[in-house]
């Protein structure tokens, strides 16, 4: 079994951290890795730059979730205190031979699985609490099975007054730009509150591909990443998947008048050259609420780097304007890299 | 009869086939998931609460049009059958349901139905 | 042919067909990314390196239902192949409605789907289960038009005359709308590009989001069986089934259903997926009136 | 065997049958009921009612799937995280269960059931189909209005947008005693509209009938009247 297993890719999970070496994005176009889209498929975490430090405890979550046997591989980043066994590669050349090597000895058992960095303790104590032992109290209360459930709120859609979802989302979302951390309050699908925990990294961006691949094309995404050499050919592709009537008119208005299948396009047709949004005092809240979870992707992806950060800077967030030094600095660091 | 045990036989085949790959996958720390294992995905943040909600379904009026016009599809069977028999009687027959109900969908369009409410 | 080697050959088809299936949607993906080639034992290397993983479960999750959705989904796939003839008279389930039998399946499809992204008690998978049934129910009402549309030359919901009513002219012919919404439905019940409502990139895995290991083995082998299953049903309807000269019926229907997958395969990865709520209009106010004039075309056509 | 066949279906479709009462989730209890509808259809199936049995599959999947989704939307801890008991009045439901029960049972045993059985492979479905387009074609159109008066029902009673602005709008619930305050919750800061559950009234008044210059309790201790 294990012998088979080994000639499969290497299914990696991608966390993105600051500054993380341009090459991350196109790691998928090597045909010995599977870069999954969850933790839960995947047997490598590969950490690609450095994650500050207010989020390495999410880090730490995430590196709980992957099932055994797993290792975690830095790249181009220092290893958290917790991980300091971890395998670290700073030479670009041999990372792929590395993630290899490290899982066949995970396979065989030579590299031996990493525990887990949290304590293995739930989220709140239910165990033997309350009339079933289940932690809850009468229909709604109480924390069963160590959380609490959702409770009802207003909605600006139908005014039926159900269950409001709130949770914070990222920053290893394969379907958020990295780095990016909302505060979102759903009823069923449908956004109805944002505020942003922490920004987006600035760095080179892909939002093509991204959009491309939430439109359910990952193999034109591929294509896209691997740069434009075949252009013809691939915007007959383009065309004939019929993203244009996929994506509905006028989604994501943004103040100069462009909307996500403006954007699209040129994303696509330019990926070296995004044109920079005008965005004028638009928050993620004008954005996001009142959109349903697919085209809320759409809009959050449909943004090159530098204006989606100045959005989300936009947006009204408790979290970050009491770090409101930090988040300073890295508009000042982002101005740099640009 | 033989219909029933080929089900039967098959439902039973595909439990067998999902436990076996279970088994198979048996490692040593299979049967051990810790608590922060077990935390639903969300790329490294935490859940406040349980994700079981009472979930605003946003298409529900759709739903509900739908059972009333999926139930014509039971009449359509044994229409199906008899048609050639019956010929343009059927048709000009099958042609007034379907209009009725037709009504139905413009109605519901009219009102907005289709949309993410 | 009797039931004991009906069924083995029912069981060999469709594990040749998950096979074969796993490396058309491998070769399909890499010639549109420009990727090299796609080893033939490569499906099963995936599934051992599925199943050398844990399977984890989640906090308060519904075991029961979630390992019912798999085995079950896995299931109805198998059951909607056993419908088919592999050859005059003989189809493992033979009855006089195996076109309504296959309908069952099809609604069966999206319970299963709904409960193996319920039972996580996840948000992501929760999301993909609830905007999946959005579309598996509408979807059904194509697929129940085109069926009985092919239904109606044959005088018989029996999959086997309608089959054998395709002697002299298949029903892609006599058809045309048919095929294609039938394929629709096909990429929805496999879910699978466009129609991927419940397993998607924008929910980062959709209903399998929290499924690793067997279970995701498990999911995956279900969804590349039901696509078997939905083509041999698509051959049997459109392309003549077993119909063919020289060959033994059993390897012309092999070969159409080949066919059909490589298509379904293809469309999945050619097509892009709208928002939901497009998707729904689309159905209701464009596809479904399709699906009328198809059903009219078909009667005319029948009773000329 | 089909002696056989017909008892584990029937076992099993009254213990899934039970179990709908006793599981905690309403995702379970459901799909507990559409298993009880399956070996019911098994058992039509068994009496070659083919068609009859493989149809009450397909109906009650698709149905107990959308009963499913209204289920969890408006019951309280739909999927049973705190253990409840799916039963009100308790004592009196089983009561009503055993008589319903033996009332059935009474009524099968004591009817002349006509008998005559069919011949194997005889094709129903075509004798059906012959009665819809025959017969009974009165009764098939007038299922097709009476299906069609469904829909429009459906959309009324549950479609919020609408031709002539939303359907709430005005709306009220209706006071836990009469003339007494709207039920429902209590929200100081409105968030806009209000609806099912009940925003804040008197918001809702404000937006629904801009013209109204009645004190918003007047108004609401004519509602039930109203309505009734």
Known sequence: MAKLASQ?????????????????????????????????????????????????????????????????????????????????????????????????????????????LLPDAPPNEWRGVGSHGQGGKGMMGGTPYGRPMAMTAADFRDGLELDAYTADFG??????PPGLVLTLTLQGDVIQKVSVVHLPFAGEGNAGAALLRLLGLPALAKRLLRGPSDDADFKRLIRLSGVRAAIPPGLGCAPNGSDVRERFERLTTDPGNPSKVHVDGVGLGDLLIGLEWHEAMLVLNSFDDESLRAICANTSSPELEEKNGDSMDHEGHAGHMS | MTTLITIFLVLGLSVLFTAGLRTASGTDLADHITNPQQRPVLGGSDPKMHAWQRFHV???????????????????????????????????????????????????????????? | MTFAPALTTLILFLAIGIWIAAILDAVFYRRISGQGGVSVLSPFYAAAAHLSRQRLTTEAPDRLN????????????????????????????GIKTSVVLWGACESLVVVLVFLHGWSPNSPLALIGAYRYVAIGLPIMLLSMFVLIAAALPARSLDLRDIVASQEGLWNIIRQPLGLPLFLLLGLSLTLRGPFDYADSADLAGGTSVEDSGANRAGWQVARLAMLVGFSAIAASTFLGGYLGPILPGIVWLAIKTLILMAVVIGLSHLLARMPVARMLGLIWKFLLPIAFVDLLLAGLVALA | MTDIAFYALSALAIWSGWRVFRVDSMIRATFALMVSFICVGGIALL????????????????????????????????????????VHQHRFSIGAGIAAFIGLTVAVLATNLPNNPLPAGRDTLHDLGVELLGG?????????????????????LSSRPGRFGDSDAGAVPPGLQPGGQPAGRKVEKSGGHGGHGGDSSHDMNMKGAPKSDDAPHKRHGKMPEEES
């Not at chain 1, 920053?171 to 958020?176: H, T, V």
């Not at chain 4, 599959?57 to 698709?62: P, Q």
């Not at chain 4, 009974?136 to 459906?154: C, H, K, N, Q, R």
Request: charged residues 15%; glycine residues 6%.
């Open chain 4, 136 to 156: 009974s074609m009165l009764i098939f159109e007038t299922a097709g209005v009476t299906l069609l008066a469904t829909m429009v029902g459906a959309v009324v």
């Open chain 1, 171 to 176: 920053p290893f979302l394969p379907m958020f």
């Open chain 1, 8 to 116: 499969a890719p290497v299914p990696v999970f991608v966390a993105q951290g600051d500054d993380a070496p341009a090459e991350t994005a196109r790691l998928c176009l090597n045909s010995t890795l599977t870069i999954v889209e969850t933790p839960r498929a995947a047997a490598i975490l590969l950490v690609a730059g450095t994650i500050p430090a207010s989020l390495i405890p999410n880090l730490h979550r995430l590196h709980d979730q992957l099932p055994h046997p797993r290792a975690t591989v830095f790249w181009q980043a220092e290893p958290t205190d917790l991980l300091s066994e971890a395998v670290t590669v700073r030479n670009d050349d041999n990372l792929v031979s590395v993630l290899t090597d490290t899982r066949s000895s995970l396979l065989s058992g030579s590299h031996g699985t990493e525990a887990d």
């Open chain 2, 58 to 117: 946003r298409y529900y009026t759709m739903t509900l049009v739908f059972v009333a016009f999926e139930m014509e599809m039971m009449f359509m069977y044994p229409w199906a059958v008899v048609f050639v028999e019956e010929g343009p009687k059927a048709l000009a027959e099958m042609g007034m349901f379907l209009t009725i109900l037709s009504v139905g969908i413009l109605y519901g369009w009219r009102e907005g139905i289709f949309r993410w409410e």
């Open chain 3, 66 to 93: 979630w390992y019912l959705a798999i085995a079950g989904y896995l299931a109805i796939a198998t059951i909607g192949l056993a419908v088919v003839p592999f050859g005059p008279e003989t189809a493992v389930i």
């Open chain 4, 47 to 86: 009496m070659s009612a083919d068609y009859i049995g493989i149809a009450t599959v397909f109906m009650m999947a698709v149905e107990m799937m959308v009963m499913g989704l209204f289920m969890v939307m408006f019951m309280m801890n739909p999927a049973g995280l705190n253990p409840m008991q799916m």
